[in-house]
């Protein structure tokens, strides 16, 4: 299954863990894991939850004497403040180096 936030994955993960109740109820406490680590960017974290949800409400459905089906926590992916070079200052960088590095006739031009 793919990653979540586009219906169509939402659609399939859903049919997923509906079938799999159907068929082997036992199956479910691995796709939930598998499941809980989607990235969790906002709209994802909600589609997770939803599928957790009724994951849980097929396990008790279909295993009623069996221990209600533990949700793992859907954790959250941070935006990091970007420290980083453009490509093109990167691509600057490199071909200075490389052009330096290339320089057989002892120029002192280089760094």
């Not at 082997?24 to 974290?45: K, N």
């Not at 691509?91 to 290339?102: F, G, H, I, M, N």
């Amino acid at each position: 299954m793919g990653v979540l936030c586009i219906e169509g994955a939402y659609q399939g993960w859903r049919a997923h863990l509906i079938d799999t109740a159907r068929r082997s109820p036992w199956l479910l406490p691995g796709q939930v894991q598998r499941l809980a680590r989607t990235p969790g960017f906002a709209g994802c974290r909600v589609q997770v939850k939803k599928l957790q949800q009724l994951a849980r409400a097929e396990h008790q459905r279909r295993m009623p004497g069996q221990a209600v089906l533990a949700l793992p926590r859907v954790l959250y992916v941070q935006r990091l403040a970007s420290g980083q070079l453009r490509l093109s200052q990167l691509r600057r960088r490199y071909t200075a180096q490389t052009s330096c590095a290339a320089n057989t006739r002892g120029d002192r031009t280089c760094h």
